[in-house]
């Protein structure tokens, strides 16, 4: 593996990796040059495990012997020699705009998102995250996914991208694990409007779509554990408003998970973790 030794955060090289802070710049320079970035040695091991390819590293000299096999792995691999850079921690900093305190960065090719279809063929339990904006609970419930046995995640248009930095390090790599895509024609509208192919394609696909959200009609998560259909899709709103009035409209039925202590919600991640964990 060629291992550059960097004295200065200007060479052109590092262009994948420079600004990581600016959330705004890393969405359009990730979709544009069709990348993401894995954090921590763990995250990176699990992406090269499950087939991803990588562009380069970017590492503190102390954490190269830790990831040396893995280096060799991959030099050795079908993709050729893959550049590693190396640069003390107040240059890491310089570069990415934070404290570098996992070991390493690796930029990764960014794979093509599958059909909804093909993603959920074999499934009987998957979760859809609707417009979920806040990248820490979108990594926090792929993370509950892969503990509590959900075959696949659907993420709609307008949902944090699970690849991104704070996602992926949060997931501890499961967003690597657990077989997800986009789940276009997603309802963002009144209902009452005529449907949308989404929650149709779900049912068409034989699952029943139960929205987690709070109202009269809505059984309880204990009701569903105990009388859950063969193929069921949970469907998880949004930080603060949660799901849409048109998505709640158009599923098959309501959850809403009994609470005490007059809380009557749990943050998402919560929640998607206790709805996982009864119908597993």
Not at 93 to 103: E, Y
Not at 178 to 204: C, F, K, N, S, Y
Not at 214 to 229: F, M
Not at 249 to 268: C, F, K
């Amino acid at each position: 593996m060629p291992i550059h030794t960097l004295q200065s955060a200007d060479s052109a090289e590092l262009a994948d990796y420079t600004r990581m802070t600016d959330v705004a710049l890393r969405r359009s320079l990730e979709a544009e040059r069709g990348l993401f970035m894995a954090e921590s040695s763990t995250v990176i091991r699990r992406a090269v495990a499950a087939g991803h390819r990588p562009r380069s590293f970017l590492m503190a000299p102390k954490y190269l012997a830790d990831l040396d096999p893995l280096l060799r792995e991959v030099g050795a691999g079908e993709y050729g020699p893959v550049p590693v850079y190396l640069a003390e921690e107040d240059l890491l900093k310089q570069i990415t705009g934070f404290h570098l305190h996992r070991g390493a960065l690796a930029a990764m090719h960014r794979p093509e998102l599958p059909a909804v279809a093909d993603v959920v063929t074999g499934a009987r339990r998957v979760a859809v995250l609707e417009d979920i904006v806040d990248h820490t609970n979108v990594g926090a419930a792929f993370r509950s996914a892969a503990a509590l046995g959900v075959d696949a995640v659907l993420v709609t248009p307008r949902c944090a991208d699970p690849l991104y930095r704070r996602s992926v390090r949060v997931s501890m790599g499961t967003v690597f694990q657990v077989p997800w895509t986009r789940i276009r024609d997603w309802p963002h509208t009144a209902p009452g409007q005529g449907r949308t192919g989404g929650i149709d394609l779900l049912r068409e696909l034989g699952f029943t779509v139960a929205a987690l959200a709070l109202g009269e009609e809505a059984i309880s998560l204990d009701e569903l554990a105990a009388h859950a259909p063969e193929r069921l899709a949970l469907v998880l709103g949004t930080e603060g408003d949660g799901l849409g009035r048109r998505t709640v409209a158009e599923a098959d039925l309501s959850v809403q998970i009994p609470m005490a202590g007059a809380v009557d919600s749990l943050n998402v991640a919560a929640a998607a973790a206790v709805a996982f964990w009864a119908t597993r």
